[in-house]
């Protein structure tokens, strides 16, 4: 399970670096992909397979189904964590990502969620205060 966050930079040939506690959870290569809310995801190949399996059974007649599909399997990427536990980051996700120096890794329990340091403390500013809401919500169509 991925959980919690961590603050790293990249590095000048735009690595990142995996904290040691997911690497051995994802393996020697992950998949990354354009995310929502301005991040990228990551995840093992294992969980990729799923999801891509999920998104393939998608009606191809629907166009909201093709706008996302293409928007989240046409910008994925495969990369092998090295041996310093690293992944290299595409420039177009990069720029996607509006990533700068300093990252934010945030483990959501089967992806992590890459963030410019500053995007994150926008958003998770923005849903400290919501937090209550969305957990009546949730409660309200039986998640809690």
């Given at each position: 399970m991925l959980i919690g966050h961590y603050v790293h930079g990249l590095d000048d040939k735009k690595r990142l670096s995996i904290p040691s506690k997911w690497r051995s959870l994802l393996g020697k290569k992950v998949v990354m992909t354009s995310g929502l809310d301005k991040s990228l995801f990551v995840f093992s190949t294992?969980?990729?397979q799923k999801i891509a399996e999920k998104l393939s059974a998608c009606s191809f007649t629907s166009q909201e189904a093709r706008k996302f599909t293409r928007f989240f399997l046409a910008n994925a990427?495969?990369?092998d964590i090295d041996s310093m536990g690293r992944i290299l980051i595409?420039?177009?996700l990069i720029n996607f990502a509006e990533l700068k120096d300093k990252?934010?890794?945030a483990g959501i329990y089967n992806r992590i969620e890459i963030w410019d340091d500053k995007i994150w403390e926008k958003y998770s500013a923005q849903n400290n205060q919501s937090a209550d809401q969305v957990a009546t919500?949730?409660?309200?169509i039986g998640i809690f």
């Open positions: 294992k969980e990729w990427f495969d990369a595409p420039q177009q990252i934010v890794l919500k949730l409660c309200e």
